[in-house]
């Protein structure tokens, strides 16, 4: 999957009933999935995570820019060629299975609705899916007639799982899939969705504010700012070899407990989606702004140590090679004193 130039933007009253405000919930995300690959998407709450898994999985169009799946543009298509392609070969795991679910079907017909929507095999083959896709998420096979309010947490969310793979997709998009669970199932889930990864040969996105969690499940990782892209980086690069200064500070807070280490200060709130700065929007948090990243965004830059395009970011004044997290926090502390 592609994405291109992608921009989303959102009316919103509060500017009043004859005024409303545009919210810019994505701006110029430029995104590339290979096929097996994990793609991890970390970034603060509102920095645009959920939209550009929405905007991945079709649910939302693009105000502006291109989604090109297979190598062909999802909103070029006819509507039913769309639906078909989309329901296919993307699959989406949602942040909340008691609220992903319906609470009134079964377990049975949850799995089966897909493969009756897009007219799979014969009855008899669909109700063998649907055992076959309980037995791959672990589930009792007794469990298939129960509802969804009679199942835990884990059950529930290995349910969702399942549907998502029913029609055996390339590509499946995870939207903060353990954010709802108990501590105690997430470890669970996530080494479900590794496996699962392995075994089937998916392309997996996974989103989630658990940073720590995103570096270790994921070949890549992508961070946010206020909707837009800031890095994408290898995952092992992303804790300590990271070139942007709000990729380093996202990180630093939370170190591991053999190293610990204070978290580089950031002065002042995230600004609204709805009157971003001027240029770098991390620019109002930053400690090495100047009138340079006041003027305008960056282009994207590869880091010198990786082959192009392997490691990028946007930013005038990155983060140097040897710069460790204590230089950065001496730097940070001392810019908030000046200032």
């Known amino acids: 999957m592609t994405v291109t130039d992608a921009h989303m933007v959102y009316s919103a009253r509060t500017g009043g009933l004859f005024r409303p405000d545009r919210v810019y919930a ?17 970034g603060e709450s509102g920095c645009g995570k959920s939209t550009l898994a929405r905007v991945l999985v079709g649910v939302e169009r693009p105000t502006r ?5 297979r190598g062909r543009d999802l909103w070029a298509m006819r509507p039913a060629e769309r639906r078909e392609t989309i329901g296919t070969g993307i699959g989406m ?37 649907v055992r076959e896709l309980m037995a791959l998420v672990g589930l009792p096979a007794q469990l298939a ?34 954010s709802a669970l ?18 089937l040969g998916l392309a997996l996105v996974f989103v989630s504010h658990d940073i720590q969690t995103v570096r270790r499940m994921s070949d890549r990782v992508v961070t946010m700012y206020l909707g837009r892209i800031v890095e994408e980086a290898p995952a092992g690069d992303i804790t300590t ?40 929007p991390f620019r109002t948090r930053c ?12 282009d994207f830059t590869a880091s010198d140590r990786e082959t192009p395009g392997m490691h990028r970011f946007r930013c005038h004044h990155p983060v140097g090679e040897s710069e460790s997290t204590h230089d950065l926090v001496v730097q940070a502390t001392s810019a908030g004193e000046r200032s």
């Open 145 to 178: 007639g129960a509802l969804p309010g009679q199942l835990s947490g884990g059950q529930r969310q290995r349910v969702a799982i399942a549907r998502a793979l029913a029609l055996e997709p390339d590509l499946v998009i995870a939207d903060e899939p353990t």
């Open 287 to 298: 400690w090495k702004a100047d009138e340079a990243c006041a003027a305008s965004m960056p």
């Open 65 to 69: 820019g291109t989604v090109a799946f």
């Open 241 to 280: 070899r990271a070139r942007h200064p709000y990729t380093r500070a996202l990180f630093s807070a939370t170190p591991g407990l053999l190293d610990p280490i204070d978290p580089i200060p950031l002065a002042g709130p995230v600004p609204s989606a709805v009157s971003p700065p001027s240029g770098c």
């Open 26 to 42: 994505l701006t110029g995300a430029d995104l590339t999935v290979a096929p097996g690959e994990t793609l991890g998407v970390v």
């Open 93 to 129: 795991i949602f942040q909340d299975p008691s609220t992903a679910l319906n609470r009134r079907l079964s377990v049975r017909r949850v799995l089966r609705d897909p493969l009756d929507v897009h007219r799979r095999g014969t009855p008899a083959a669909r109700e063998e899916r």
């Open 182 to 199: 108990d501590v105690s199932v997430r470890a669970q889930i996530l080494n479900l969705l590794l496996d699962l990864k392995e075994r």
